[in-house]
């Protein structure tokens, strides 16, 4: 149709027509000509020598206020002045090791010695203390201490008890001469044996406060009973959940567990027949779940279901045994969800499969090696299966079964008792949700038999965690580094000594004690390793227990909570580069030794790499299941050097207004004696120099580092202040100098008064990534150390929260200020001014072994280099144009052209798009980012993130550890939904109970935002991999053509000499954007496929079994199989449930305490 009105209409036939085409004709060629020649124009549009002189003038400028202003030169010549007087050492590394080790041991020692105390003095006073059922006591309960009724009065287990905040325990107030009591909610507080036990415990006290004495730099010590209280030292004001309940049972807990038992293989048979619908599956999942929480990392399980036939609840943990880590734990429990009930039961096929599992474990050397049992959980058992336990398990009775009858029904309990009582288990009876907690903990009694009979108090220690349960949780989130928040327990078992009750293998509780995990890295002293360096930690199972790159946070919304794995986080995760895992398989056997590799190692939260030769030293710490790692970085951890100066010379230089030590270092012991603990580190050096002090235990060393360091940079005070003081006046936008030396010493300078600051919060105490830190050096003087000494690096520092490791999701660019905290608010103000920092290295050689002394720049503002720039870059109108081809003048300020200062990882400092500044280049255009990098100007270096958190939206899955869960998020709402839900339930059965679950080991996850978001909003842990992009100096100039459909887009690239920055002039009117999308630095999330996934789920690591195992005993009373069990509230418990079951009935409102 569009040819036919074509011919009809207007070109027509003949004069006419071809006249017509004539005109076409010459305006085509018109318009051609003029593209081509314009084009051809564009080729030599910006002219390289131009720009290259802009280069040389600009880096002559921004070099010079550098040196004025930070004093560099007068640095370096006064260290320069010393090398003849110096000592330089080389790093013996194995050595370092070894001596780091053995000092942990010591501590970790007497941590033990504490714990082997309480659990003698809990022992002895259970000998000697006869059991009265009518005993009446009042003790002081956590939860009711300082508080008084309507009239003033104390209420019940109440009474006075003194609190007052203490440095020592993270500056909650405690009572440090007396602990206290807590009881879970679903207990009650004045049963008998609660009674009796607390009356037992008493003799703790003193035993808690001599342990103090000995051993100041104990943290929490307690006592966890195995009726349920949890006895305290010190004493602390116990704060209940929001809806006024008291989550916490100490049973539940990993160290009791752990010490509680050895370790243990674990077949879960659940029954899935028709008979079993409704709330008997309920309780049969939640029997499931209760039992996954009793395992840990040292255990091994599989959960099989039954009816007609045997099914795996995971297909592809067929006829094996998993870890019982977090990740497998989770992934059970989500599949266990979605179990249907259908068929008949037939349990004689399921009990068949479990004994062939575990046998066939043990044969080939797999799972713990240790106890086995099967776990069977149904509504009744009419088969007729003796012959499957005389085939499998008589006489020996290796493997115990667990049985657990579900619902109210009792016509099979006899059956399913003998089950029990005939392989050396024991039977509960379970008919409401509200029996699970108690009854599944009977397991854990009779495992602990053989060791109890015994009497083998074996010391355990659990994987890192933290501690949520501390009311100021979320105050050390915001204010430690991550990798230092986490600890570790140490904790023994408590036996009855009574010889009537030998035979039974009672089990009183468990002891322990905290150790804080910095603790422990403060006697790996950062000075020692370097500025690249550190130290680490890993256990057994080859798992993080400290390591600078772990972030067991994230951010949701506006909270900082643990990932679901944070404790679960493998080695080979963290040093990723270890490609054949060579150095964790050798740390997790123990041993020592050292290897290389070279690594690619990230600053600023994942946003730059630095490539680096890392030299790994490790050994195991004796009487634990840890191992310790050091890292020295070649070129930075391989020398140390000494200089002497006398104690009165540095101490002056050290005392002055403008110097600072690092606070987290450990210069002087300050947490020995109680006195001490107030004093900064600043403040305990003078103490202890000047004699005031001289009982404080110091770093002898470390302190002749820092008086020399303090002498040879005193001067520079002198220089900072007649460089103020100077006639011709001070460059304006100039706002610090600063200086930091190996010893952890600073001086800071301030050119201009706060008011009138950009950058209020830099290098102040809040600025932890700027400032000497227990977890790493600043990130000025880490950049400035991979860069040649004497010539600056300029950045802008990262100016938001959000990072390539997706940790913190919040986008602040929506949040109104006023949504903000004070924090978010400063890092905005200082986002408006922006500032830029400059920074240089100084070096002392000796015999040409080279280290690196410390780091001095300044910090300006943004506008100030921009207004040198936009200065620089800009040719006057009277330019000798003879001689230049191209545009003459040239002008950054044309419309034609985009002008930017890059640095050498190509994020923008200069634009004239102020939005910008601190972006990555290729986002803005990816065009000339992607020339430059076909060019070789610049390298893509691919990097790993396998502690990432992705939306659930992408279905992806975790790797290695994590991969074995990928639906957390799913997991999350459900158990949001059956914790708000699940006391109403119980209600409806007239019983008060209360559902506790710390899968995500002691987190507090918060179901219920969770919840109340888009699921595809929830963040679960995910593997990512993500592009870095770095500079290549040998390239010091390029420039290049892109065709871009009909346009060409040339730009010139100069690099700018003596920085770290380059010159990037771009066409600015040929777009490009259609044929070259942006480049940018988002994580990509690694997919799996289901077979690799399924690989990886059944790959068993490397891992060291605990060295001591208790599975028999031939004195064991097996006789005690259990019975009904039930939950007996007490009479005022059970009646206050009741009330509260009534009120939800009439008045449709839970309200049950």
Request: charge should be negative; proline fraction near 4%.
């Amino acid at each position: 149709m569009g040819v036919r009105s074509r011919s009809a209409g207007g070109w027509g036939r003949g004069a006419g027509a071809g006249k017509g085409r004539r005109m076409i004709s010459v305006s085509l060629w018109m318009i051609c000509s003029s593209w081509l020649c314009w084009s051809a124009n564009a080729q030599m549009k910006i002219p390289p020598e131009t720009v290259q002189q802009w280069a040389v003038s600009y880096g002559k400028q921004i070099l010079a206020l550098s040196t004025k202003y930070s004093g560099s030169l007068l640095l370096q010549k006064k260290y320069k002045d010393i090398e003849s007087t110096v000592k330089m050492e080389e790093v013996d590394g194995e050595e370092l090791v070894k001596r780091f080790a053995e000092e942990m041991e010591g501590m970790l020692g007497r941590k033990m010695k504490s714990v082997k105390r309480l659990a003698e003095a809990a022992e002895d006073a259970d000998l000697y203390h006869e059991f009265n059922a009518t005993l009446q006591f009042d003790y002081y309960n956590s939860m009711t201490i300082n508080s008084v009724d309507e009239e003033g009065n104390p209420v019940e287990l109440g009474g006075e008890f003194p609190l007052e905040e203490n440095e020592h325990f993270n500056k909650l107030a405690v009572n440090t001469q007396q602990s206290d009591i807590q009881v879970p909610t679903n207990v009650y507080n004045k049963d008998p044996n609660i009674l009796n036990g607390v009356y037992m415990s008493e003799a703790l006290n003193d035993v808690f406060l001599d342990n103090f004495q000995k051993d100041p730099t104990l943290t929490w010590q307690y006592f966890g009973s195995a009726t349920g209280f949890f006895r305290l030292y010190p004493g602390i004001a116990w704060t209940p959940d929001e809806n006024g309940v008291v989550t916490f049972d100490c049973r539940n807990r990993n160290w009791y567990i752990q010490a509680a038992t050895s370790p243990k293989d674990i077949i879960i048979v659940v029954d899935i027949s028709g008979s079993m619908k409704g709330l008997r599956l309920t309780i049969a999942k939640h029997t499931i779940n209760t039992i996954l929480d009793t395992l840990g990392e040292n255990d091994f399980v599989n959960v099989i279901a039954y009816s007609d036939y045997v099914q795996y609840v995971e297909p592809c943990f067929k006829g094996t045994l998993v870890q019982a880590d977090l990740d497998n734990r989770e992934h059970f429990k989500l599949l266990v969800e979605e179990l249907q009930v259908k068929g008949e039961g037939k349990v004689k096929k399921a009990m068949k499969e479990s004994f062939k599992i575990l046998n066939e474990a043990a044969a080939r050397g797999q799972g713990s090696l240790c106890n086995q049992a099967i776990m069977l959980i149904t509504d009744g058992a009419m088969e007729d299966y003796e012959d499957v336990f005389q085939e499998f398990n008589w006489p020996e009775r290796r493997v115990r079964v667990f049985t657990y009858l579900i619902g109210r029904e009792v016509t099979f309990a006899q059956n399913v008792k003998w089950i029990a009582c005939n392989n050396k288990g024991y039977y509960t009876h379970i008919s409401t949700l509200a029996d699970v907690q108690e009854n599944v903990m009977e397991y854990l009694h009779v495992l602990s038999r053989p060791m109890v009979i015994n009497h083998d108090h074996d010391i355990i220690w659990t994987e890192a965690y933290m501690d949520s349960v501390l009311p100021n949780t979320e105050e050390l989130f915001n204010t430690r580094a991550q990798s230092l928040l986490l600890m570790t327990t140490v904790a023994m078992p408590v036996f009855s000594k009574k010889k009537e009750t030998l035979s039974h293998g009672i089990l009183l509780g468990v002891v322990g004690t905290d150790v804080p995990l910095k603790e422990l890295m403060r006697l790996a002293p950062r000075y020692k390793l370097g500025v690249h360096g550190y130290a680490f930690l890993n256990t057994n199972n080859g798992y993080i227990l400290s390591h600078p790159d772990l972030r067991p946070l994230y951010k949701e919304g506006k909270k900082l909570k643990p990932k679901p794995n944070y404790n679960s986080v493998d080695l080979s995760e963290v040093e990723w580069e270890d490609d054949d895992e060579k150095l964790r398989t050798a740390m997790v056997k123990g041993e020592t030794g050292s290897m290389s590799l070279d690594v690619r190692a990230t600053v600023e939260k994942g946003r730059r790499v630095m490539f680096l030769k890392n030299d790994y030293f490790y050994t195991t710490i004796n009487e634990t299941p840890f191992s310790l790692g050091i890292v020295l970085t070649r070129g930075h951890g391989e020398f140390i050097f000494t200089g002497n100066v006398s104690i009165k010379e540095g101490l002056n230089d050290l005392m002055q207004p403008d110097v600072t030590i690092a606070d987290e270092w450990t210069y002087c012991e300050t947490d020995i004696d109680p006195h001490h603990r107030k004093l900064t580190q600043h403040q305990a050096v003078f103490r202890y120099l000047t004699g005031k002090e001289p009982d404080l235990e110091c770093d002898e060393k470390l302190l002749r580092q820092t008086l020399f360091d303090a002498v040879v940079t005193a001067p520079m005070e002198a220089y900072w202040t007649a460089v103020m003081l100077d006639s011709s006046g001070m460059e304006e936008g100039v706002e610090t100098a600063f200086l930091g030396t190996r010893s952890g010493l600073m001086r800071v300078t301030r050119y201009v008064g706060s008011e009138k600051r950009v950058a209020k919060k830099f290098l102040s105490p809040s600025d932890k990534e700027n400032i000497f830190t227990l977890d790493h050096f600043p990130l000025w003087y880490r950049r400035a150390a991979e860069y040649p000494a004497g010539k600056f690096l300029y950045y802008i520092p990262k100016e938001d929260t959000r990072d390539v490791f997706r940790d913190y999701e919040e986008d602040y660019s929506s949040t109104s200020p006023e949504d903000l905290d004070q924090q978010d608010q400063e890092e905005l103000d200082e986002v408006s001014g922006k500032m830029v920092i400059s920074t240089t290295a100084v070096t002392v050689t000796v015999e040409k072994k080279t280290a690196v002394a410390g780091a001095i720049g300044i910090q300006m503002t943004l506008d100030l280099l921009e207004t040198r720039f936009w200065a620089t870059a800009k040719q006057p109108n009277d330019t000798d144009c003879s001689n230049t081809e191209g545009i003459c003048p040239l002008t950054c300020e044309a419309m034609d052209l985009a002008c930017y200062i890059i640095d050498n990882n190509a994020f923008i400092i200069i634009s004239k798009e102020r939005n910008d500044v601190g972006r990555f280049f290729g986002e803005v255009d990816g065009s000339v980012m992607a020339q430059l990098i076909r060019m070789g100007m610049f390298k893509r270096v691919s990097l790993y993130d396998y502690q990432a958190m992705c939306k659930m939206g992408g279905h992806s899955t975790s790797s290695a550890r994590p991969l074995l869960s990928p639906f957390y998020g799913m997991v999350a709402a459900l158990k949001w939904f059956l914790t708000n839900f699940l006391l109403r339930f119980l209600l409806e059965f007239n019983i008060c109970g209360f559902w506790h679950s710390d899968h995500l080991a002691e987190a507090k996850p918060g179901f219920k935002a969770s919840a109340q978001r888009k699921k595809a909003d929830i963040l679960q842990p995910c593997d990512t991999e993500y592009p870095s992009f770095v500079y290549e100096p040998s390239i010091k100039e390029t420039n290049s053509l892109i065709k871009c459909g009909r346009c060409q887009k040339m730009f010139v690239t100069q690099a700018v000499p003596d920085s770290n920055l380059l010159i990037l002039v771009v066409q600015a009117d040929c777009d490009c954007s259609r044929q070259y999308p942006p480049i940018t630095m988002n994580p990509k999330e690694v997919k799996y496929n289901a077979s690799v996934k399924c690989d990886r789920m059944k790959s068993q690591k490397v891992r060291r079994r605990p060295e001591s195992c208790h599975a028999y005993h031939p004195h064991e009373n097996a006789k005690e199989c259990g019975g009904a069990s039930h939950i007996y509230p007490s009479v005022s418990l059970f009646l206050t449930c009741l009330t509260a079951s009534l009120a939800c009935l009439k008045a449709s409102a839970l309200v049950c305490r």
